[in-house]
């Protein structure tokens, strides 16, 4: 058995006007992430986990921000294409282990939508995912509630 193991990072700005996405699941709050997409900063950096652990490239290759048909796109949808991208080179997903950036709003609650969100969508078990959230404690970017971001861990194997 092949097995590799890939990292994503991915960040966005926090601006008002836009809805809140994260890990496919909408999130109540006065302010949501700017992207091309729905700028849904978990599920960026699972794609880029996956992409990197097959060493398919990165999520802006397969998805540029300059196609039209990817304004607004659910992210989702690109996870989506992700796994396929993953399937048609004989690699299945092993698990995840993702951690969200965020001062405000309080993600916690969210998490268990989020698995089963994600689960559901990339056709695994979710106990295939972990979601953790934390803060970075009034530092930084974050800190300053100007934007999020998430790092994640894929372990694929074929």
Same mark, same amino acid.
């Given at each position: 058995m092949k097995v590799r193991v890939g990292f994503g990072y991915d960040m966005h700005r926090l601006t008002e006007g836009r809805e809140l996405?994260? *890990?496919g699941v909408r +999130?109540?709050?006065e302010k949501g992430l700017e992207g091309h997409s729905d700028a849904? +900063?978990?599920i960026h950096a699972i794609c880029d986990a996956l992409l990197g652990a097959a060493n398919l490239r990165d999520i802006g290759y397969h998805f540029p921000d300059t196609? /039209? $048909?990817?304004?607004?796109?659910? %992210? &989702? &949808?690109?996870? $989506? !294409? &992700?796994?396929?991208?993953?399937?048609?080179?004989?690699?299945r997903l092993g698990n995840i282990d993702a951690t969200v950036c965020a001062e405000r709003p309080r993600l916690n609650p969210? +998490?268990? &939508?989020?698995?089963? !969100?994600l689960a559901e969508t990339m *056709? +695994?078990?979710? %106990?295939a995912? %972990?979601?953790k959230a934390t803060t970075s404690e009034a530092m930084g970017f974050v800190g300053r509630e100007e *934007?999020? /971001? /998430?790092?994640?861990? /894929?372990?694929i194997y074929q």
């Amino acid at each position: 058995m092949k097995v590799r193991v890939g990292f994503g990072y991915d960040m966005h700005r926090l601006t008002e006007g836009r809805e809140l996405w994260l *890990g496919g699941v909408r +999130v109540d709050h006065e302010k949501g992430l700017e992207g091309h997409s729905d700028a849904d +900063v978990l599920i960026h950096a699972i794609c880029d986990a996956l992409l990197g652990a097959a060493n398919l490239r990165d999520i802006g290759y397969h998805f540029p921000d300059t196609e /039209a $048909r990817y304004e607004n796109v659910a %992210s &989702t &949808t690109l996870l $989506r !294409k &992700t796994m396929h991208l993953l399937n048609e080179q004989g690699y299945r997903l092993g698990n995840i282990d993702a951690t969200v950036c965020a001062e405000r709003p309080r993600l916690n609650p969210f +998490v268990p &939508t989020m698995k089963e !969100k994600l689960a559901e969508t990339m *056709g +695994v078990d979710p %106990s295939a995912i %972990s979601i953790k959230a934390t803060t970075s404690e009034a530092m930084g970017f974050v800190g300053r509630e100007e *934007g999020m /971001a /998430a790092y994640v861990v /894929a372990l694929i194997y074929q």
